[in-house]
């Protein structure tokens, strides 16, 4: 079953939790499987079987939870903050510090959590992520760019209490 | 233009979704900036760290069994022709996924490979001391890689072409040790990394010029060797290194 792996992985970041990832997982499949009418041959099947699951997790009681705290994305966000160079060390997490990182994952709010996994470990292209997650490219981009300040703040302020 | 309009394109340009001619500007800024080389370097690492920490949960095998036998089952409990016809293509899209998810993984290995060399070029040409060899004589700069790595390659006589040798390294790839070295033409640096040819670190075949990373590279072995050259130079000055190198191996 190809996705299977990646669907799962992306299913439990979203749910934080095997069980509810398991159900998300089983009930893309089944939409999948039903709503096959839906899909256009030709586009892409990986942001199409993407956003059957996020839809899924979106409408789930914890995907509900959630997501009630989205902001609106602005697109005259301010100009993306540089990266902190004063420490590259601190960026640069090796895996003995994989929980840290995990840690800060978990800690970002789910619509920073989901794009940062599509491009990141999905390594989706812009156009793909805009498609799943039903935005236009811009905001995928700025949102990335939130995503990333955001992420690496996290990650900085860990780093700073360790 | 200002670092910070550089800034506001970095992630986009490591992110691959800039469109060539920002992508060849933007290379051109990092080579006379060292402050926003240094963010571009944290970024990098920044990605790769994430991506190694992004792929974390893994399904138990009893509920990868479980979703294997309700896809197969589907045909079976629906069988209007509708639904045999949908679940045939979908079978058929998840054979031809399994195969591009093949050569996917085969591909990210090799992303992997030009990743690492990528670090290593950028590393060494940013570094104030690229070279432990310095020398553009390559009768000097050969017998300098003796008892350091466990094999000897030839070098290309340069006279007459635009390039120029500027020395070499020993360095390491997938623990396995080989030549790194620097070439120039005109304002750009090309690595050529030599490494025995069953070094354990996939880098794909002989064919032609390929963009890495952003990065043009070429590769393929010969004599017991695996020869890559990596640079941003043109496509053209690349393919032009390697048939020096190539005919240097055959004299």
């Known amino acids: 079953m190809p996705l299977f792996d990646q669907l799962y992985n992306f299913a439990h970041w979203l749910a934080q939790n095997r069980e509810e990832a398991e159900d998300l997982v089983q009930e893309t499949y089944a939409k999948a499987l039903r709503g096959f009418s839906s899909y256009a041959p ?21 995907g509900l939870k959630a997501t009630m705290t989205v902001p609106l994305d602005q697109d005259d966000d301010d100009p993306m903050a540089p990266a902190d160079t004063q420490t590259p060390e601190a960026i640069l997490i090796d895996r003995s510090n994989q929980q840290l990182l995990h840690s800060a994952l978990e800690e970002l709010p789910v619509h920073f959590r989901e794009i940062l996994l599509l491009c990141e470990v999905e390594e989706l292209s812009y156009q793909d992520i805009a498609e799943t997650l039903t935005v236009p490219i811009g905001t995928v981009m700025s949102r990335l760019s939130r995503a990333r300040a955001a992420l690496r703040a996290l990650v900085h302020q860990k780093l700073q209490k360790t | 233009m200002a670092c910070e309009q550089w800034q506001s394109q970095l992630d986009a340009y490591l992110d691959g979704e800039l469109p060539a001619d920002a992508m060849r500007s933007l290379d051109a800024h990092y080579r006379t900036c060292p402050s926003c080389s240094a963010d571009a370097l944290a970024r990098l690492q920044f990605k790769r760290s994430l991506k190694f920490a992004g792929n974390r949960y893994t399904a138990t095998p009893d509920f990868r069994s479980k979703i294997r036998t309700k896809v197969a089952a589907r045909p079976r409990r629906t069988w209007g022709m509708g639904w045999t016809l949908a679940t045939a293509t979908l079978a058929l899209l998840f054979a031809a996924g399994a195969i591009t998810l093949y050569m996917g993984r085969q591909s990210l290995q090799r992303q992997h490979t030009y990743s690492e060399l990528a670090d290593l070029h950028v590393a060494t040409i940013g570094s104030a001391n690229p070279v432990d060899v310095v020398s553009s004589d390559r009768h000097t700069v050969k017998p300098w890689f003796q008892g350091k790595i466990p094999f000897t390659f030839n070098l290309p006589e340069l006279q007459n072409t635009d390039f120029t040798l500027l020395g070499g390294r020993v360095t390491y790839l ?23 040819a069953d070094i354990p670190a996939p880098l794909g075949s002989d064919s032609g010029v390929r963009q890495q990373q952003t990065f043009n590279a070429k590769t393929w072995t010969g004599d017991g060797l695996r020869y890559v050259v990596f640079g941003d130079a043109s496509p053209a000055d690349i393919q032009n290194l390697t048939n020096l190198l190539k005919s240097a191996a055959h004299p």
Not at chain 1, 50 to 61: C, D, E, Q
Not at chain 2, 174 to 196: C, D, M, N, W
Request: no cysteine; aromatic share 16%.
């Open chain 1, 42 to 62: 030709g586009t892409n099947f990986r942001a199409w079987m993407y956003r059957i699951l996020r839809n899924t997790f979106v409408t789930s009681r914890t």
């Open chain 2, 174 to 196: 997938g623990q396995t040790p080989g030549a790194h070295l620097i070439y120039q033409i005109r304002k750009h640096q090309i690595s050529v990394f030599i490494f025995p």
